[in-house]
């Protein structure tokens, strides 16, 4: 832990702030803090910057109700800039996006990203609340848990199949059915996958702790 007294701000007082959604790590937007700002950010727990064009603090979410609350602040090893980790109350961008990052400049062949998580449980959410026709997890939730948890277990199956087997190209397939149809199956039982997530967190930090005191 550092004190913000060490940081290092540019001539104008200011220091940029990185903001990333905690839980889904996607790259929300970059604004900057001046001290002021960082210190009511940490003292009210939800992000406060510093306005250059109005040359003034700002509180994200004052007027819109879209406040961002802190779950943890880092720096940099040069500590000249910060990344500020929250839960959003809702958009970061002032176009209504989610993020302010939205328009492409290079697009390569797409690469495996827990961000894909986060998409999916958003699409399951939907297609529960719209049931569009033809969509296969509309019929899985019109099916109902029993037929949902049917898939879990087959897909589960699947992979232990393809693990003994020692087929890595069988386990990657049937690993992301697991990982889709578990995904409908918390969504049907209204469990958020971030609280199973919570567990995981909370289970390794308790491992950490035990470790720690043994030494």
């Known amino acids: 832990m550092i004190e913000i007294e060490s940081l290092t701000f540019d001539e104008k007082g ?72 929250v839960l959003p109350a809702g958009p970061a961008c002032h176009n209504g996006t989610t993020s302010c990052f939205t328009e492409t400049i290079v697009e390569k062949d797409p690469v495996g990203s827990v961000g894909i998580i986060s998409e999916l449980v958003e699409l399951i959410k939907k297609r529960e609340a719209e049931m569009p026709e033809g969509a296969y997890t509309t019929y899985l939730f019109t099916e109902g848990i029993d037929k949902i948890c049917k898939k879990v277990g087959e897909e589960a199956t699947e992979v232990v199949i393809g693990a003994k087997n020692r087929d890595a190209e069988e386990v990657k397939w049937e690993a992301a059915d697991l990982i889709y149809h578990l995904l409908v199956l918390l969504q049907e039982q209204k469990v958020s996958v971030y609280d199973v997530l919570d567990v995981l967190v909370e289970r390794h930090k308790q491992k950490r702790a035990s470790t720690k005191h043994k030494k």
């Open 14 to 85: 200011l220091i940029p702030a990185v903001v990333q959604d905690a839980r889904t790590k996607e790259v929300l937007t970059v604004a900057y803090m001046n001290l002021e700002s960082l210190q009511k950010t940490i003292e009210t727990g939800e992000t406060w910057f510093y306005s250059r064009s109005r040359k003034g603090l700002w509180h994200k979410g004052e007027t819109s109700g879209n406040t961002q609350k802190v779950v943890s602040i880092t720096t940099d090893c040069d500590q000249d800039a910060l990344v500020v980790e």
